[in-house]
């Protein structure tokens, strides 16, 4: 079992910064592929970001394109979520998730997280 802990969310004005982290447990972390998902309220869960296990190839939504960056640190069993310039619309709850090899897509996880807040004020 995967145990994966996000941490960081809040309250940010519009065009800020926040940094979000991911801490997943397991001794092949560095094996698994990680992904960002979020969920505004009313609306569906959706794809914000993935990272392999490699680091060399990263996923992104259109939606932040640009402005979100997605990063791991395997020797801390940690994947991140650099979010720049951020709108009122990217306020949702944002959830990691851990997928253990093998990969056949990035956008289905095994493992998530309870989520952490973000909130973006105009």
């Known amino acids: 079992q995967v145990q994966v802990v996000e941490s960081g969310g809040g309250l940010v004005q519009a065009g800020g910064s926040l940094r979000l982290s991911c801490a997943a447990s397991?001794?092949?972390?560095?094996?698994?592929?990680m992904g960002w998902f979020r969920q505004a309220p009313g609306k569906e869960r959706e794809f914000v970001a993935a990272i392999r296990w490699n680091s060399g190839f990263t996923y992104y939504a259109d939606s932040v394109k640009g402005r979100f960056t997605i990063s791991r640190d395997n020797a801390k069993n940690t994947v991140y979520l650099q979010m720049n310039s951020l709108k009122p619309e990217d306020t949702a709850v944002y959830y990691c998730?851990?997928?253990?090899?093998?990969?056949?897509?990035?956008?289905?996880?095994?493992?998530w997280g309870q989520g952490t807040h973000v909130n973006v004020s105009s």
């Open positions: 998730a851990a997928k253990p090899p093998p990969v056949v897509t990035i956008l289905v996880y095994d493992y």
């Open positions: 397991g001794r092949t972390f560095s094996s698994y592929a």
